[in-house]
């Protein structure tokens, strides 16, 4: 019986515990060995004929324990065990799942994002997973996949340089309607470095007016100081408009103190950053689509002849 990927989790994590560099197949080859799979069930496929289940769900229990920072990722298409995860090896287990995994702090902060678009979100548990109709069913696998390439797009943009992450917001402002063309958008980001502003970018494309831009690729959260600056390097430029990125979030203070400004300021943490790369298919791109067909019932009406 193909293992579903809770049940991989360990087993996984074993599989790594020599502490050398892995490869997913590996892996695969590995698991399917342990849990005794036949042949057919090893090349049991996934609905859309993609993928195999057995290379999915392990794949999706790899996902899980890098959230949990159990495993990490030396380079592309690979994994490592973390110290973290050989500490937990140590102590000896009977199993990991979900719930085990809610112990670390980087897990919850994955299934559980702290902005109040995702505490508004409609949540689906494990139990109720089979109470609810196909179509949703579709609709909630499709967040989760989203959140996941999410936190991907996150973790991708810190390894990169500060120049890289500069150039990415340019890329995405250009994409979005601002700045003209993107070699004149370049020409002014990380240059102007003038009291806590990063750069300038025209607001439409015949530049009819500015806006000032502050680019935090931190790890941290952003308090109401660092906002506070930004605001007095605007009113110093006596500009009105500014747009504060950062790859992580901001605190409550900091989110309280743009509403009362003369100057608009517009936030964007590193969630609703990822979400915008992701609906104007910056750095991500589309391997997969599904169509739904319902049907028509009016090529089923007979002519009355």
Known sequence: MIPDYQSCMLPLLKFASDEKVHTLPEAVVYIA???????????????????????????????????????????????????RGIDLLKENPPEINTKYLAR??????????????????????????????????????FQKLKDSVSEDIINKIKECSSNFFEKLVVELLVKMGYGGTLKEAGQVLGKSGDGG??????????????????AKRWENVVGRPEIQKFAGAL???????????????????????????????????????????????????????????????????????
């Not at 392990?58 to 030396?74: I, R």
């Not at 109040?116 to 696998?141: A, H, L, Y």
């Not at 504060?244 to 964007?268: E, G, H, M």
Request: hydrophobic share 35%; charged share 30%.
């Open 33 to 83: 060995s342990l849990f005794n799979l036949t042949e057919e069930e090893k090349k049991q496929m996934l609905p859309s004929g993609t993928q195999t289940i057995i290379f999915n769900r392990v794949g999706w229990a790899k996902t899980y324990l890098k959230k949990a920072g159990l495993l990490e990722d030396p380079k592309r298409a690979t994994f490592r065990i973390t110290k």
């Open 235 to 305: 009113l110093g430029q006596k500009a009105k408009k500014g747009i504060f990125i950062t790859t992580s979030w901001f605190t409550n203070d900091a989110l309280d103190f743009v509403k009362n400004l003369d100057s608009k300021i517009v936030l964007i943490d590193g969630e609703m950053l990822t979400d915008l790369m992701i609906e104007y298919n910056l750095g991500v791109s589309t391997y997969k689509i599904y169509e739904l067909k319902r049907i028509d019932n009016d090529y089923f009406v007979e002519d009355d002849f």
């Open 104 to 141: 670390y702090e980087e897990f919850v902060a994955f299934q559980n994002k702290k902005s109040e678009k995702n505490k508004n979100k409609n949540v689906i548990s494990e139990e109720t997973e089979s109470n609810i109709t196909p179509e949703e069913s579709i609709e909630f696998g």
């Open 197 to 214: 502003i990063d750069g300038i970018i025209k607001e439409d494309k015949l530049g009819l007016d500015v806006i000032y831009i502050q």
